[in-house]
């Protein structure tokens, strides 16, 4: 505490040095911020779309299957061995989930009873490669009307979450050499405007850690302060866009973000800011102190 | 004990900074070395703190040998072989207190011991009231007895000065040179480096003559003339 208090003191002699080196980190760690909340998210929605009916087959308005029919239908698919989930979606229930999600439009539900509405069967397969071939067992069956698949979406969704995924580890390791850079050439500079003091030390009997440790914790604490800062800034804008996010996710049940992921997320910036700041402030102490 | 054993110090524009020079101090001891300038005193001083190495012969002080040394040893050397500066070398932004406490603060003394030590070391050189001091308001003789504060803070085996009355006026000079003698007195080795004849045989010590590098006499306890000695280097 000692040190960090003597640190604190010492840092306060080169303000603008420090606004310098707290910015460029707290930018690198809002980038880290913002794109973890977003694979976090996509991650989310990604499984929200395989976990939901990837292939809906509907059958004629009005018209519900027979135990035995779906009973043999089930059999079919199952046979193959890449069934995950099935579900029949009698035209009651779906007359119920139709009431439940308009009950706030009068009109819509009294122009709509199960007679017009079709039943249906909604199923997962365990790959999206396999939803292939339980579509055409669902399309020869009798009744059938329509069927619905929901292989390309999925997918496509996947392929975009993977391209954020690599251009925000670019973005992200760029941004993060970069501030290790600034937090380098700002020690530098204290080291060369303190050259005096670092030789009377020297004459005094310092050893090698006594006269590195103040720049080394400069540089943790420009990483903890640019990390901290960061990480406030991501949560209030969360929580400031959470009403409208909401509206547009609808049903994916993804907001609010747990506490114990922003708390992770803390706790992960923190650590990765004091390394970035310990590293930076080795690098230039090593570069710079050499006897 | 010190022991300079046949020690050459050559530098690489062919400058021979000290040429074969031998000597012994036993501890406890008070020594001047006097020559004028170019004749090797800063080299010596130097080369005891192991600031440079000698290109050959051996320095030993106590059980450690200079030339073998690892250099994280440096640091435990120059806590036990503590040094004056004649341009003091005082940080400017610190205050009278804080430049001696620094020398504490460098071997992890605790804040309780730091106020206790540096109190009784400023005592000593009679600049207790001026703790909170800074460098710019004090003259050239308080300086340097807070160089010499900062020295024996630590209770150092042994303490160098290098030409330490050089910036002082002669009543300034003559009081550093007592307060050395009183350091002496509690035990301490001292050894200074001057080019002020007539304080050195003020005080009828020890005194090793430098001339080109050469110890040119070594007088036990007896008076030094300066001979007409021409200040020159020699190279090989």
């Known amino acids: ?291 | 004990m010190i022991v300079f054993q046949s020690v050459t110090k050559n530098f690489p524009d062919g400058t021979v900074a000290v040429d074969e020079i031998s000597f012994q101090i036993e501890k406890g001891e008070f020594v001047f070395f006097i020559g004028p300038s170019g004749a090797g005193k800063t080299t010596v001083m130097r080369l005891l703190r192991r600031e440079i190495l000698p290109s050959s012969g051996s320095i030993l002080i106590e059980d450690m040998d200079l030339k073998e040394m690892a250099q994280d040893e440096v640091p435990i050397l120059r806590r036990k072989v503590s040094m004056c500066f004649q341009d003091f070398k005082l940080l400017s932004e610190r205050t009278v207190f804080e430049n001696v406490a620094l020398a504490l603060e460098i071997v992890g003394e605790k804040e309780e011991v730091i106020e206790n030590k540096v109190g009784e070391a400023l005592q000593n050189v009679g600049l207790n009231k001026k703790g909170n001091f800074f460098p710019i308001q004090l003259s050239g003789g308080e300086l340097q007895r807070v160089g010499i504060a900062r020295a024996i803070v630590n209770k150092p085996e042994v303490l160098i000065a290098d030409e330490p009355t050089g910036n002082l006026d002669p009543k300034s000079a003559l009081e550093i040179n007592k307060l050395f003698k009183e350091i002496n007195l509690s035990g301490t080795t001292v050894l200074v480096a001057t080019h002020n004849v007539e304080m050195v045989n003020k005080f009828k010590e020890r005194v090793i003559a430098l001339d080109n590098g050469r110890v040119v006499s070594d007088e036990k306890q007896g008076e030094y003339k300066m001979n007409k000695i021409k200040p020159k280097r020699h190279k090989k």
Request: hydrophobic residues 50%; glycine residues 8%; negative net charge.
């Open chain 1, 1 to 291: 505490m000692k040190a960090v208090t003597k640190t604190v003191k010492r840092m306060r002699r080169s303000p603008f040095q420090n606004l310098a080196a707290v910015m460029i980190t707290t930018l690198t760690f809002l980038v880290i911020s913002v794109f973890s909340l977003v694979s976090f998210g996509s991650i989310k929605i990604l499984k929200y779309f395989e976990s939901a009916p990837q292939v809906i087959a509907f059958f004629k308005p009005g018209e519900d299957l027979t135990d035995v029919q779906i009973t043999n239908i089930k059999a079919q698919l199952e046979k193959t061995g890449k069934l995950n989930d099935f579900r029949y979606v009698s035209t009651r229930e779906a007359e119920a989930i139709y009431k439940e999600k308009n009950k706030d439009n009068p009109l819509l539900l009294e122009l709509v009873d199960y007679n017009i509405l079709p039943a249906s069967i909604e199923i997962s397969g365990n790959e999206l490669s396999d939803l292939v071939e339980l579509k055409g067992i669902l399309e020869v069956q009798e009744g059938v009307d329509d069927v619905v698949f929901y292989e390309d979406v999925v997918s496509s969704l996947a392929n975009w979450i993977n391209s954020i995924k690599s251009i925000g580890v670019g973005i992200i390791s760029y941004l993060t050499i970069e501030s290790m850079l600034v937090i380098l050439v700002i020690i530098g500079l204290q080291i060369a405007s303190r050259k005096e003091e670092i030789e009377i030390q020297r004459l005094l009997g310092a050893t090698s850690w006594f006269i590195k440790k103040p720049f080394v914790m400069t540089g943790v604490l420009y990483g903890v302060a640019g990390s901290f800062i960061a990480w406030g800034i991501s949560y209030l804008m969360l929580l400031y866009s959470t009403p409208f996010l909401a509206g547009w996710l609808q049903d994916i049940p993804l907001l609010p973000v747990p506490w114990w992921f922003m708390l992770a997320l803390l706790g992960g910036e923190l650590l990765l800011g004091t390394l970035i700041g310990a590293l930076g402030g080795l690098i230039a102490t090593n570069r710079f102190l050499k006897e």
